[in-house]
């Protein structure tokens, strides 16, 4: 069974600050996706990013950065320079190989994140 | 135009009641999903349904069924409400595509809160 651990439950930063959210994932496939998705106060959730398991590669976006490593099974996610803006729940998720076109999405249990002015 | 929504954004209702939430997708995508977040956040897969297959998660009671008219409706009707049915259910939509590739992004809708007095 796939399951994603977010230990962080609550962080706090001061504005510009950089911050680490760490996720680090199980799953038996060897074909994976795993995302990351945003929840500001107004509830909505916002897509960040898609990585498949055949690419390794970081990515950077803006002030965003992703730090995927398959031999510790982690993808973490770094605010540069944090904003009251990024306040929110951030979830990290993992999705396997589907199975008639489901992909269903294992959530973390979110890590809350107040950036303070 | 939005991409997935719901109706209605906030739901109250008595236990006992028998209550729909509706969900709606304009992207064309074959597979639609239902989450439920508790109120800690935790956000977990209910349903996923596609024209070929239903899946239900095993710890969903049988007092949840989604309701599927055609290719761009999933509607989540519970019957007898119970006040642990109190969450914020999401809707999300995705298209399959094929293993490996990136077209699997799950679109969420915007969330109704359902609380049962």
């Known amino acids: 069974a796939q399951k994603v651990t977010q230990a962080q439950t609550e962080i706090s930063v001061v504005e510009k600050e950089d911050v680490t959210l760490d996720c680090v994932y199980e799953?038996?496939?060897?074909?994976?996706?795993l995302f990351w998705y945003k929840q500001p106060p107004s509830g909505e959730l916002v897509f960040l990013i898609r990585?498949?398991?055949?690419?390794?590669q970081n990515e950077i976006s803006g002030r965003y950065s992703w730090n995927f490593q398959k031999s510790t099974s982690s993808f973490n996610f770094t605010i540069t320079a944090s904003q009251v803006v990024d306040s929110a729940v951030y979830f990290c998720a993992l999705s396997e190989a589907p199975g008639a076109g489901s992909y269903q999405l294992t959530f973390g249990k979110g890590t809350k994140l107040s950036v303070i002015p | 135009d939005t991409a997935v929504s719901q109706t209605p954004k906030y739901l109250v209702t008595q236990m006992g009641n028998d209550k729909s939430i509706k969900c709606e997708q304009n992207?064309?995508?074959?597979?639609m999903y239902w989450y439920k977040q508790d109120s800690k956040k935790f956000l977990k897969i209910m349903f996923s349904y596609n024209n070929k297959e239903l899946i239900i998660n095993e710890t969903v009671p049988n007092r949840f069924s989604p309701k599927s008219p055609d290719k761009a409706h999933l509607n989540l009707h519970i019957n007898s409400l119970e006040l642990g049915d109190s969450a914020v259910y999401f809707c999300?939509?995705?298209?399959?595509?094929?293993?490996?590739?990136?077209?699997?992004?799950?679109?969420f809708g915007p969330g109704t809160r359902l609380t049962v007095l």
């Open positions: 990585r498949n398991s055949f690419d390794e």
């Open positions: 799953t038996r496939d060897t074909t994976y996706y």
């Open positions: 992207l064309g995508h074959d597979t």
């Open positions: 999300a939509s995705s298209t399959p595509g094929l293993a490996g590739d990136s077209y699997n992004e799950q679109f």
